[in-house]
């Protein structure tokens, strides 16, 4: 059974930090592609950054140079630190696991809310 089990999300003042986790199991998480999602009220999920199997990342330009995505392949965990956070990354962020196939797994999801 897989799962991807996601910590770290909480309630930050605007230019804050917070680190988020995600805990996978039940998959050969060296082999998957990782990546971190995000879905506002209203508003669709979007990607947030996505991590190879081979640590190759890439970034939604919003976060760009803010955002940093990580992978401990020894923990099956992949990490997002996240920086310079502002009010509109307020969202729900999900942990995904995606094969080459293209089938994918979802966490179930951490709040982080960025208000004053």
């Known amino acids: 059974q897989v799962q991807l089990v996601e910590s770290g999300g909480d309630l930050v003042q605007p230019g804050g930090s917070l680190k988020l986790s995600c805990a996978a199991s039940?998959?050969?998480?060296?082999?998957?592609?990782m990546g971190w999602y995000r879905q506002a009220p209203g508003k669709q999920r979007e990607m947030v950054a996505r991590?190879?199997?081979?640590?190759?990342?890439n970034y939604a330009d919003s976060v760009k140079g803010r955002f940093t995505i990580s992978r401990d392949n020894a923990k099956n965990t992949v990490y997002l630190q996240m920086n310079s956070l502002k009010p509109e990354d307020t969202a729900v962020y999900y942990c995904?696991?995606?094969?080459?196939?293209?089938?994918?797994?979802w966490g179930q999801g951490t709040q982080v809310t960025v208000s004053s």
């Open positions: 995904n696991a995606e094969w080459l196939t293209g089938k994918a797994y």
């Open positions: 039940g998959i050969i998480f060296n082999a998957y592609a």
């Open positions: 991590i190879s199997s081979g640590g190759s990342t």
